[in-house]
Protein backbone atom coordinates (compact mmCIF):
# COMPACT_ATOMS: atom_id res chain seq x y z
CA UNK A 1 0.00 0.00 0.00
CA UNK A 2 1.70 3.28 -0.44
CA UNK A 3 2.35 5.50 2.25
CA UNK A 4 1.62 8.79 0.24
CA UNK A 5 -0.38 10.09 -2.16
CA UNK A 6 -0.45 13.64 -3.61
CA UNK A 7 -4.02 14.82 -4.99
CA UNK A 8 -3.50 16.61 -7.80
CA UNK A 9 -6.82 18.65 -7.54
CA UNK A 10 -8.66 20.84 -5.07
CA UNK A 11 -11.93 21.85 -3.18
CA UNK A 12 -14.74 19.33 -2.66
CA UNK A 13 -12.77 16.46 -4.15
CA UNK A 14 -9.71 17.31 -2.83
CA UNK A 15 -11.03 17.47 0.72
CA UNK A 16 -12.61 13.64 0.42
CA UNK A 17 -9.74 12.09 -1.15
CA UNK A 18 -7.92 13.51 2.18
CA UNK A 19 -10.69 12.11 4.24
CA UNK A 20 -10.23 8.88 2.60
CA UNK A 21 -6.10 8.76 3.32
CA UNK A 22 -6.27 9.49 6.56
CA UNK A 23 -8.64 6.68 7.25
CA UNK A 24 -6.04 4.41 5.19
CA UNK A 25 -3.26 5.71 7.50
CA UNK A 26 -2.13 7.21 4.46
CA UNK A 27 -0.34 10.72 4.22
CA UNK A 28 -2.20 13.34 1.61
CA UNK A 29 0.00 15.64 -0.02
CA UNK A 30 -2.02 18.79 -1.33
CA UNK A 31 -1.53 20.99 -3.97
CA UNK A 32 -2.38 24.48 -4.99
CA UNK A 33 -2.35 27.55 -6.80
CA UNK A 34 -1.92 30.72 -5.32
CA UNK A 35 -5.29 31.86 -5.39
CA UNK A 36 -6.14 28.46 -3.11
CA UNK A 37 -3.41 29.71 -0.19
CA UNK A 38 -6.22 29.08 2.13
CA UNK A 39 -8.54 26.56 0.93
CA UNK A 40 -9.38 24.17 3.11
CA UNK A 41 -8.17 21.10 1.36
CA UNK A 42 -4.42 22.75 2.03
CA UNK A 43 -4.67 23.01 5.83
CA UNK A 44 -6.91 19.52 6.34
CA UNK A 45 -3.65 17.70 4.07
CA UNK A 46 -0.29 16.50 5.94
CA UNK A 47 1.34 18.10 3.86
CA UNK A 48 0.62 20.79 0.61
CA UNK A 49 2.60 22.48 -1.93
CA UNK A 50 2.29 25.38 -4.24
CA UNK A 51 2.21 24.69 -7.63
CA UNK A 52 1.69 28.08 -9.40
CA UNK A 53 -0.40 31.12 -9.99
CA UNK A 54 -4.13 31.19 -10.36
CA UNK A 55 -5.21 29.99 -14.13
CA UNK A 56 -5.65 25.96 -13.96
CA UNK A 57 -3.22 25.64 -16.92
CA UNK A 58 -0.30 27.30 -14.80
CA UNK A 59 -1.13 25.25 -11.75
CA UNK A 60 -3.26 22.72 -11.62
CA UNK A 61 -2.58 21.68 -15.33
CA UNK A 62 0.35 22.02 -14.48
CA UNK A 63 1.65 17.97 -15.72
CA UNK A 64 5.68 18.85 -14.54
CA UNK A 65 4.62 20.75 -11.68
CA UNK A 66 2.92 17.98 -10.27
CA UNK A 67 4.88 15.78 -10.92
CA UNK A 68 8.30 17.67 -9.08
CA UNK A 69 5.80 17.76 -6.28
CA UNK A 70 4.88 14.13 -5.77
CA UNK A 71 8.82 13.12 -6.44
CA UNK A 72 10.27 16.12 -3.97
CA UNK A 73 8.20 15.16 -1.41
CA UNK A 74 8.05 11.40 -1.14
CA UNK A 75 4.40 10.21 -2.81
CA UNK A 76 4.19 7.07 -4.61
CA UNK A 77 0.86 8.05 -6.13
CA UNK A 78 -1.06 10.36 -7.59
CA UNK A 79 -5.04 10.41 -7.28
CA UNK A 80 -6.45 13.13 -10.02
CA UNK A 81 -10.15 13.48 -8.76
CA UNK A 82 -12.21 14.60 -11.52
CA UNK A 83 -11.93 17.46 -13.84
CA UNK A 84 -8.20 19.04 -14.22
CA UNK A 85 -6.23 16.19 -15.73
CA UNK A 86 -8.17 13.27 -14.64
CA UNK A 87 -8.73 11.84 -17.98
CA UNK A 88 -5.74 13.09 -19.63
CA UNK A 89 -3.88 10.06 -20.97
CA UNK A 90 -0.35 12.01 -20.99
CA UNK A 91 -0.80 12.62 -17.20
CA UNK A 92 -1.10 8.97 -16.50
CA UNK A 93 1.65 8.05 -18.88
CA UNK A 94 4.04 10.63 -17.30
CA UNK A 95 3.28 9.11 -13.58
CA UNK A 96 4.15 5.87 -14.74
CA UNK A 97 7.68 7.09 -16.65
CA UNK A 98 8.43 8.61 -13.30
CA UNK A 99 7.82 5.72 -11.25
CA UNK A 100 4.52 6.66 -9.99
CA UNK A 101 1.18 5.38 -9.79
CA UNK A 102 -1.49 6.85 -11.42
CA UNK A 103 -4.56 6.19 -9.42
CA UNK A 104 -6.99 5.30 -12.27
CA UNK A 105 -6.53 3.32 -15.92
CA UNK A 106 -3.92 3.53 -17.93
CA UNK A 107 -3.24 5.70 -20.19
CA UNK A 108 -3.69 3.97 -23.17
CA UNK A 109 -7.24 2.89 -22.57
CA UNK A 110 -8.00 6.26 -21.18
CA UNK A 111 -6.78 7.60 -24.82
CA UNK A 112 -9.18 4.67 -26.17
CA UNK A 113 -12.41 5.74 -24.11
CA UNK A 114 -11.61 9.62 -24.22
CA UNK A 115 -12.20 9.46 -28.07
CA UNK A 116 -15.86 9.42 -28.36
CA UNK A 117 -15.74 8.20 -32.15
CA UNK A 118 -13.36 5.17 -31.12
CA UNK A 119 -15.32 4.51 -27.93
CA UNK A 120 -18.38 4.32 -29.73
CA UNK A 121 -16.72 1.68 -32.23
CA UNK A 122 -15.13 -0.55 -29.41
CA UNK A 123 -18.50 -0.50 -28.03
CA UNK A 124 -20.44 -1.95 -31.31
CA UNK A 125 -17.66 -4.17 -31.79
CA UNK A 126 -17.96 -5.84 -28.05
CA UNK A 127 -21.66 -6.23 -28.96
CA UNK A 128 -23.10 -2.73 -26.37
CA UNK A 129 -25.95 -1.19 -28.25
CA UNK A 130 -24.94 2.17 -29.94
CA UNK A 131 -27.13 5.05 -31.40
CA UNK A 132 -26.97 5.20 -35.08
CA UNK A 133 -24.11 7.71 -36.04
CA UNK A 134 -20.61 8.15 -37.55
CA UNK A 135 -16.95 8.02 -37.19
CA UNK A 136 -14.44 11.33 -37.06
CA UNK A 137 -15.45 13.91 -39.46
CA UNK A 138 -13.51 17.34 -40.37
CA UNK A 139 -14.90 18.65 -42.93
CA UNK A 140 -18.23 20.37 -42.93
CA UNK A 141 -19.87 19.31 -46.15
CA UNK A 142 -19.02 15.75 -45.50
CA UNK A 143 -20.75 15.98 -42.03
CA UNK A 144 -23.65 17.45 -43.37
CA UNK A 145 -23.93 14.70 -45.97
CA UNK A 146 -23.96 12.06 -42.97
CA UNK A 147 -26.33 14.12 -40.88
CA UNK A 148 -28.77 14.01 -44.65
CA UNK A 149 -28.31 9.95 -44.04
CA UNK A 150 -29.03 10.00 -40.29
CA UNK A 151 -32.25 12.06 -40.70
CA UNK A 152 -33.01 15.04 -38.32
CA UNK A 153 -32.31 15.46 -35.70
CA UNK A 154 -29.11 15.32 -34.85
CA UNK A 155 -26.17 15.46 -32.36
CA UNK A 156 -22.85 16.95 -33.27
CA UNK A 157 -20.20 15.88 -30.53
CA UNK A 158 -16.78 16.48 -30.04
CA UNK A 159 -14.97 13.68 -29.35
CA UNK A 160 -12.37 14.84 -26.65
CA UNK A 161 -15.91 16.71 -25.75
CA UNK A 162 -17.10 16.75 -21.69
CA UNK A 163 -18.60 18.97 -19.58
CA UNK A 164 -21.28 19.76 -22.12
CA UNK A 165 -18.73 21.54 -24.35
CA UNK A 166 -18.52 20.82 -27.77
CA UNK A 167 -21.72 19.24 -28.32
CA UNK A 168 -24.81 21.16 -30.44
CA UNK A 169 -28.22 19.50 -31.11
CA UNK A 170 -29.15 20.24 -34.75
CA UNK A 171 -32.87 20.26 -35.54
CA UNK A 172 -33.32 21.61 -39.07
CA UNK A 173 -30.67 21.02 -42.14
CA UNK A 174 -30.39 24.76 -43.03
CA UNK A 175 -28.96 25.40 -39.45
CA UNK A 176 -26.03 22.60 -39.38
CA UNK A 177 -23.05 23.80 -40.92
CA UNK A 178 -22.90 26.61 -38.85
CA UNK A 179 -23.51 24.25 -36.08
CA UNK A 180 -20.75 22.04 -36.36
CA UNK A 181 -18.17 25.08 -36.98
CA UNK A 182 -19.56 26.42 -34.06
CA UNK A 183 -19.10 22.86 -31.42
CA UNK A 184 -15.48 22.35 -33.97
CA UNK A 185 -13.91 25.32 -33.15
CA UNK A 186 -15.01 25.37 -29.01
CA UNK A 187 -14.01 21.72 -28.33
CA UNK A 188 -10.86 22.83 -29.66
CA UNK A 189 -10.30 26.08 -27.68
CA UNK A 190 -11.40 23.71 -25.24
CA UNK A 191 -9.85 20.63 -25.65
CA UNK A 192 -6.90 21.37 -28.23
CA UNK A 193 -9.19 18.81 -30.45
CA UNK A 194 -12.05 20.15 -32.99
CA UNK A 195 -12.84 16.88 -34.16
CA UNK A 196 -16.57 15.86 -34.32
CA UNK A 197 -18.98 13.31 -35.21
CA UNK A 198 -22.56 12.96 -35.23
CA UNK A 199 -25.23 10.79 -33.82
CA UNK A 200 -29.13 10.86 -34.30
CA UNK A 201 -30.54 12.79 -31.81
CA UNK A 202 -33.12 10.67 -29.14
CA UNK A 203 -35.81 12.08 -27.45
CA UNK A 204 -37.25 11.90 -24.96
CA UNK A 205 -34.92 9.70 -23.28
CA UNK A 206 -33.15 9.45 -19.82
CA UNK A 207 -29.58 10.09 -18.65
CA UNK A 208 -28.35 6.10 -16.68
CA UNK A 209 -25.13 5.59 -15.99
CA UNK A 210 -24.04 2.49 -14.52
CA UNK A 211 -21.18 2.30 -11.47
CA UNK A 212 -18.17 -0.22 -12.10
CA UNK A 213 -15.18 -0.67 -9.92
CA UNK A 214 -12.39 -3.17 -12.37
CA UNK A 215 -9.22 -4.64 -9.99
CA UNK A 216 -5.97 -5.91 -12.22
CA UNK A 217 -7.55 -9.74 -12.20
CA UNK A 218 -10.20 -9.14 -14.34
CA UNK A 219 -12.69 -9.08 -11.99
CA UNK A 220 -15.74 -6.37 -12.32
CA UNK A 221 -18.38 -5.25 -10.21
CA UNK A 222 -21.10 -2.91 -11.26
CA UNK A 223 -22.73 -1.03 -8.20
CA UNK A 224 -26.31 0.19 -9.15
CA UNK A 225 -27.23 2.71 -11.85
CA UNK A 226 -27.37 6.33 -10.97
CA UNK A 227 -30.53 8.93 -12.75
CA UNK A 228 -28.79 11.41 -14.08
CA UNK A 229 -31.42 13.60 -16.29
CA UNK A 230 -31.73 16.38 -14.56
CA UNK A 231 -29.78 18.35 -16.72
CA UNK A 232 -28.91 22.24 -17.67
CA UNK A 233 -26.94 22.69 -20.69
CA UNK A 234 -25.81 19.20 -20.42
CA UNK A 235 -24.53 20.30 -17.46
CA UNK A 236 -26.06 17.59 -14.35
CA UNK A 237 -27.98 19.18 -11.39
CA UNK A 238 -28.99 16.45 -9.27
CA UNK A 239 -28.62 12.64 -9.21
CA UNK A 240 -30.14 9.89 -7.62
CA UNK A 241 -29.49 6.28 -7.48
CA UNK A 242 -31.28 3.72 -8.38
CA UNK A 243 -33.11 5.37 -10.84
CA UNK A 244 -37.32 5.54 -11.00
CA UNK A 245 -37.64 4.37 -14.57
CA UNK A 246 -35.09 1.17 -13.78
CA UNK A 247 -36.76 -2.35 -13.13
CA UNK A 248 -35.04 -5.82 -11.96
CA UNK A 249 -34.54 -6.89 -15.53
CA UNK A 250 -33.41 -3.66 -17.16
CA UNK A 251 -30.99 -3.26 -14.28
CA UNK A 252 -29.65 -6.87 -15.09
CA UNK A 253 -29.57 -5.51 -18.79
CA UNK A 254 -27.03 -2.54 -18.15
CA UNK A 255 -24.76 -4.60 -16.01
CA UNK A 256 -24.54 -7.06 -18.60
CA UNK A 257 -23.36 -3.85 -21.32
CA UNK A 258 -21.63 -2.03 -18.57
CA UNK A 259 -19.27 -5.27 -17.77
CA UNK A 260 -18.54 -5.47 -21.55
CA UNK A 261 -17.99 -2.00 -22.06
CA UNK A 262 -15.17 -2.78 -19.54
CA UNK A 263 -13.58 -5.51 -20.56
CA UNK A 264 -13.68 -4.56 -24.62
CA UNK A 265 -11.56 -1.17 -23.21
CA UNK A 266 -9.18 -3.45 -20.37
CA UNK A 267 -10.70 -1.23 -18.13
CA UNK A 268 -9.16 -1.17 -14.41
CA UNK A 269 -10.04 1.17 -11.17
CA UNK A 270 -13.23 3.00 -11.05
CA UNK A 271 -15.17 4.19 -14.16
CA UNK A 272 -18.69 4.65 -15.45
CA UNK A 273 -20.64 3.60 -18.45
CA UNK A 274 -23.19 6.11 -19.42
CA UNK A 275 -26.18 4.78 -21.34
CA UNK A 276 -29.28 7.04 -22.85
CA UNK A 277 -32.69 5.30 -22.07
CA UNK A 278 -35.60 5.96 -24.30
CA UNK A 279 -39.20 5.37 -23.47
CA UNK A 280 -39.69 1.62 -24.67
CA UNK A 281 -37.19 0.26 -22.41
CA UNK A 282 -34.22 0.34 -24.87
CA UNK A 283 -30.73 1.91 -23.82
CA UNK A 284 -27.53 2.73 -25.94
CA UNK A 285 -24.13 3.49 -25.54
CA UNK A 286 -23.38 7.62 -24.90
CA UNK A 287 -19.43 7.66 -23.35
CA UNK A 288 -17.18 6.24 -20.59
CA UNK A 289 -15.59 8.11 -18.04
CA UNK A 290 -12.18 6.88 -16.92
CA UNK A 291 -12.41 8.49 -13.48
CA UNK A 292 -14.54 9.20 -10.32
CA UNK A 293 -17.57 10.37 -10.80
CA UNK A 294 -19.28 13.79 -9.22
CA UNK A 295 -22.15 12.07 -8.20
CA UNK A 296 -20.20 9.27 -6.87
CA UNK A 297 -21.88 9.48 -3.04
CA UNK A 298 -25.04 8.68 -4.20
CA UNK A 299 -23.75 5.18 -4.68
CA UNK A 300 -21.63 5.18 -1.99
CA UNK A 301 -24.80 5.51 0.00
CA UNK A 302 -26.98 2.63 -1.20
CA UNK A 303 -23.99 0.42 -1.59
CA UNK A 304 -21.75 1.24 1.63
CA UNK A 305 -18.97 0.77 -0.40
CA UNK A 306 -16.50 3.99 -0.46
CA UNK A 307 -15.31 4.34 -3.95
CA UNK A 308 -12.29 6.05 -3.30
CA UNK A 309 -10.66 3.63 -1.03
CA UNK A 310 -11.19 0.94 -3.43
CA UNK A 311 -9.64 3.11 -6.42
CA UNK A 312 -7.01 3.84 -4.06
CA UNK A 313 -6.93 -0.10 -3.16
CA UNK A 314 -7.27 -1.14 -6.79
CA UNK A 315 -4.06 1.17 -7.80
CA UNK A 316 -1.89 -0.36 -4.99
CA UNK A 317 -2.83 -3.75 -6.92
CA UNK A 318 -5.10 -5.19 -4.31
CA UNK A 319 -7.69 -7.28 -5.94
CA UNK A 320 -11.78 -6.96 -4.83
CA UNK A 321 -12.55 -8.50 -1.92
CA UNK A 322 -16.72 -9.38 -2.94
CA UNK A 323 -18.92 -9.89 -6.05
CA UNK A 324 -21.36 -8.89 -7.91
CA UNK A 325 -23.85 -11.29 -5.73
CA UNK A 326 -22.29 -9.37 -2.81
CA UNK A 327 -24.10 -5.60 -4.26
CA UNK A 328 -26.86 -4.75 -3.00
CA UNK A 329 -29.32 -1.53 -3.12
CA UNK A 330 -30.39 -0.29 -0.22
CA UNK A 331 -32.85 2.13 0.29
CA UNK A 332 -32.18 5.54 -1.93
CA UNK A 333 -30.03 8.12 -2.09
CA UNK A 334 -30.38 11.85 -3.91
CA UNK A 335 -27.45 14.19 -4.73
CA UNK A 336 -28.03 17.97 -5.52
CA UNK A 337 -25.28 20.20 -6.77
CA UNK A 338 -25.11 23.37 -4.80
CA UNK A 339 -23.55 26.66 -7.30
CA UNK A 340 -21.79 29.44 -6.59
CA UNK A 341 -23.97 32.41 -8.78
CA UNK A 342 -20.70 34.41 -8.89
CA UNK A 343 -17.13 34.52 -7.48
CA UNK A 344 -15.30 36.69 -5.13
CA UNK A 345 -17.58 36.92 -2.57
CA UNK A 346 -17.30 36.29 0.98
CA UNK A 347 -18.85 33.33 3.11
CA UNK A 348 -20.00 35.42 5.91
CA UNK A 349 -23.01 33.30 7.60
CA UNK A 350 -22.25 28.89 7.07
CA UNK A 351 -25.22 26.91 8.51
CA UNK A 352 -24.19 23.00 7.05
CA UNK A 353 -27.29 20.67 7.46
CA UNK A 354 -27.09 17.41 9.68
CA UNK A 355 -29.55 14.76 10.65
CA UNK A 356 -29.89 10.90 9.82
CA UNK A 357 -28.00 10.11 6.43
CA UNK A 358 -27.07 13.41 5.92
CA UNK A 359 -24.01 14.36 4.01
CA UNK A 360 -22.68 17.75 2.84
CA UNK A 361 -19.57 17.18 0.47
CA UNK A 362 -17.76 20.97 0.73
CA UNK A 363 -14.21 22.73 1.05
CA UNK A 364 -16.22 25.71 2.33
CA UNK A 365 -16.06 27.34 5.93
CA UNK A 366 -16.73 30.91 7.26
CA UNK A 367 -14.71 33.57 6.01
CA UNK A 368 -14.11 31.38 2.64
CA UNK A 369 -14.19 33.29 -0.81
CA UNK A 370 -14.70 31.89 -3.96
CA UNK A 371 -12.19 32.14 -6.65
CA UNK A 372 -13.56 33.25 -9.91
CA UNK A 373 -10.64 31.00 -11.72
CA UNK A 374 -12.53 27.73 -10.93
CA UNK A 375 -15.69 25.47 -11.95
CA UNK A 376 -18.86 26.92 -10.04
CA UNK A 377 -19.36 23.71 -7.93
CA UNK A 378 -19.04 24.83 -3.99
CA UNK A 379 -20.86 21.79 -2.47
CA UNK A 380 -23.21 18.53 -2.75
CA UNK A 381 -25.57 17.79 -0.33
CA UNK A 382 -26.30 14.03 -0.13
CA UNK A 383 -29.14 12.12 1.62
CA UNK A 384 -30.37 8.75 1.83
CA UNK A 385 -33.69 6.69 3.03
CA UNK A 386 -35.50 3.75 2.52
CA UNK A 387 -37.71 5.21 0.01
CA UNK A 388 -37.39 7.62 -2.57
CA UNK A 389 -40.32 9.41 -1.33
CA UNK A 390 -38.69 9.97 1.78
CA UNK A 391 -35.62 10.29 0.39
CA UNK A 392 -37.38 13.44 -1.25
CA UNK A 393 -38.68 14.65 2.26
CA UNK A 394 -35.13 14.68 3.99
CA UNK A 395 -33.52 16.65 0.89
CA UNK A 396 -36.33 19.76 1.16
CA UNK A 397 -35.64 19.65 5.03
CA UNK A 398 -31.53 19.56 4.02
CA UNK A 399 -31.94 22.41 1.61
CA UNK A 400 -33.84 23.94 3.93
CA UNK A 401 -31.08 24.13 6.56
CA UNK A 402 -28.24 24.89 4.15
CA UNK A 403 -27.69 28.89 4.48
CA UNK A 404 -24.98 30.49 2.79
CA UNK A 405 -24.60 33.77 3.61
CA UNK A 406 -23.17 36.38 1.12
CA UNK A 407 -22.39 33.59 -1.72
CA UNK A 408 -25.33 33.48 -4.18
CA UNK A 409 -26.39 30.09 -4.83
CA UNK A 410 -28.62 27.66 -6.44
CA UNK A 411 -29.96 26.00 -3.33
CA UNK A 412 -33.55 27.75 -4.21
CA UNK A 413 -33.63 26.18 -8.00
CA UNK A 414 -32.76 22.60 -5.79
CA UNK A 415 -35.58 23.53 -4.10
CA UNK A 416 -38.17 23.68 -6.60
CA UNK A 417 -36.95 20.64 -8.46
CA UNK A 418 -37.60 18.50 -5.41
CA UNK A 419 -41.03 19.59 -5.19
CA UNK A 420 -41.90 19.49 -8.68
CA UNK A 421 -44.72 16.99 -9.21
CA UNK A 422 -42.99 15.35 -12.36
CA UNK A 423 -40.02 14.92 -10.68
CA UNK A 424 -41.82 13.55 -7.90
CA UNK A 425 -44.04 11.59 -9.78
CA UNK A 426 -40.12 9.95 -11.61
CA UNK A 427 -41.61 10.45 -14.58
CA UNK A 428 -39.29 12.68 -16.17
CA UNK A 429 -36.35 13.25 -19.04
CA UNK A 430 -33.60 15.04 -20.24
CA UNK A 431 -35.51 17.49 -21.19
CA UNK A 432 -37.07 18.51 -17.89
CA UNK A 433 -35.07 21.99 -17.10
CA UNK A 434 -36.13 23.18 -20.41
CA UNK A 435 -39.96 22.31 -20.03
CA UNK A 436 -40.37 23.58 -16.95
CA UNK A 437 -39.53 27.40 -16.44
CA UNK A 438 -37.03 27.31 -13.70
CA UNK A 439 -34.82 30.11 -13.63
Not at 15 to 41: F, K, Q
Not at 180 to 196: H, M, P, Q, V
Not at 269 to 294: I, K, P, W
Not at 356 to 379: E, H, N, Q
Request: net charge negative.
Amino acid sequence: MFSKILIANRGEIAVRIIRACREMGIESLAVYSSADADALHVSLADDAVCIGPPLPKDSYLNMEALITAAKAKGAQAIHPGYGFLSENADFADMCRENGLVFIGPQGDVIRKMGDKAAARRTMSEAGVPTTPGTGLISDSAAALAEADKIGYPVMIKATAGGGGKGIRIVERREDFEKAFKTASAEALSSFGNGDCYIEKFLSPVRHIEVQLLCDEKGNIVCLGERECSIQRNNQKLLEESPSPAVTPELRERLYDAAAKAARAAGYTNAGTVEFLLDSGGSFYFMEMNTRLQVEHPVTEMVTNIDLVKWQIRIAAGVPLNFSQKDVFLHGHSIECRINAAGAGAELKLLHVPGGFRVRFDTALYLGCTIPPYYDSMIGKLIVQAKTRDEAIRRMQSALGELIMVGVDNNVELQLAIIGDKDFRSGDFHTDFMKTHDYK
